[in-house]
Structures are given as structure tokens and as C-alpha cells.
């Protein structure tokens, strides 16, 4: 574990710094979240941060390990098939408003990203552009109680190891459907832009079981 300590982490929550470090993969599924460690760390008594590994348990982000205590929860194969199930479903409501509210700057602002993206090649890069896009999607529905199960879902998503854009072929399909959700976005053509989102989701769910595969090898 490298955890580093931040100013930013005086005014987070300790659950908030224990998610932040596993989106950043500085926690590892699998990983032991050893309470007296992690409070060493980050300065803080061991009260709140078994409080905050309470939460993350509750939230189904750590698990009992082989061993006494948590570690960083792993995505079962059947529970992958279920995130990305219910993502795909959040998909299409987030598009088909985002249509509906999304404003022509905003749109305008997704089309610069995906001009942005074409110039990238690392993986790594890729996936964060990937997020930062979808994140933005999300903030052209205008609306907070889906960004709020969208935030909950992107938390249980970073659990999954690796990137899909380490796959070749991935990075191309994937940059031709980002173009493909804003074009429809932008021609306010919502079966469109659903449909274009969903294929995105299921082409991504397709690469990630590639991954799996490679990784049970």
C-alpha cells in the first residue's frame, strides 16, 4: 500500500479518504485494511477509521478476509455481470436526460473531449478521459440523485483491476462510440443516444470479461 497523506485530506472525511485511495488503486481488492496502519497513516485514532471500514463494508467495498479482519472487496464474475447490468440501466436514463437537459455548451464541451481523446494512446490515459466523459455526461442531466447513484457505481467499478483500453482493438471502438453518443446528443435524437450509450456499456462489459479471462490464465 502507498498511501500518501495530503492537505486535501484534512478537510475529508476518513471514508472519504479510504475511497479516494481505492479509486486511485492505491487500496488493491484483495488488499488487508489494517486499522491500526491506516490510522498511523493518516494521523488520525483508530475510532474513525473503524467507523469509515464499517461503511465501506456496509457499502459492499471490503469483505471478511481469510484472515482476521477486512480486506478490499474483489468483483465475483457474477457480480461483475450485475455491475455492469445495472450500469448500462443507469446509462440510458442519465442519456435519454441529458438529451432532454443538456445545454449546446455542454455538449459542445463533450465534443472537445471526444476531439481531445484522439491525440491519446496510453491506456492508463484513456481510462481517466473515459471517466472524466462519462462524469460529464452525467452533469449535463442536471440532475443530483442520479449523479448520486452514478458516484456510487464508479466507486464499486474502480474495484475492477487493470483497464479495459489495455485491449488494442478496445481504444478505437471505444473512442468511435464516445463520437457516436455525441453526435446523437447533439441531433437531440434520444433512442439514438441511448442506444449508442448501451452499446458502449456492452462493449465495454464484452472487453472487461476479456480481462477476466486473461487474468483466471
Do not use: W
Not at 497523506?5 to 479516494?20: H, K, Q, Y
Amino acid at each position: 500500500m502507498n498511501l500518501k497523506s495530503t492537505n486535501r485530506d484534512v478537510t475529508m472525511s476518513p471514508f472519504e479518504i479510504l475511497i479516494a485511495a481505492i479509486e486511485k488503486g492505491e487500496l488493491l481488492p484483495g488488499e488487508r485494511l489494517q486499522e491500526t496502519r491506516l490510522a498511523e497513516q493518516f494521523g488520525l485514532s483508530r475510532t474513525p477509521i473503524r467507523e469509515a471500514l464499517h461503511r465501506l463494508e456496509t457499502l459492499g467495498l471490503a469483505e471478511p478476509g481469510p484472515k482476521r479482519g477486512l480486506i478490499v472487496a474483489n468483483i465475483s464474475y457474477e457480480r461483475l455481470r450485475q455491475l455492469f447490468a445495472v450500469r448500462e440501466g443507469l446509462e440510458r436514463i442519465a442519456i435519454q436526460l441529458a438529451v432532454a437537459a443538456a445545454s449546446d455548451e455542454e455538449i459542445a464541451l463533450l465534443q472537445n473531449m471526444v476531439d481531445a481523446e484522439q491525440t491519446l494512446t496510453d491506456s492508463q490515459a484513456l481510462h481517466d478521459h473515459n471517466r472524466l466523459f462519462h462524469r460529464q455526461i452525467y452533469r449535463s442531466t442536471h440532475n443530483p440523485y442520479l449523479n448520486e447513484m452514478l458516484d456510487n457505481l464508479r466507486i464499486h467499478l474502480s474495484l475492477l483491476r487493470g483497464t479495459t483500453y489495455a485491449l488494442p482493438e478496445r481504444a478505437e471502438e471505444a473512442k468511435n462510440e464516445h463520437q457516436a453518443i455525441v453526435d446523437a446528443l447533439a441531433r437531440h435524437d434520444s433512442l439514438a443516444a441511448q442506444e449508442a450509450a448501451c452499446q458502449h456499456i456492452r462493449n465495454g462489459y464484452r472487453a472487461r470479461l476479456a480481462i477476466v479471462s486473461q487474468l483466471d490464465q
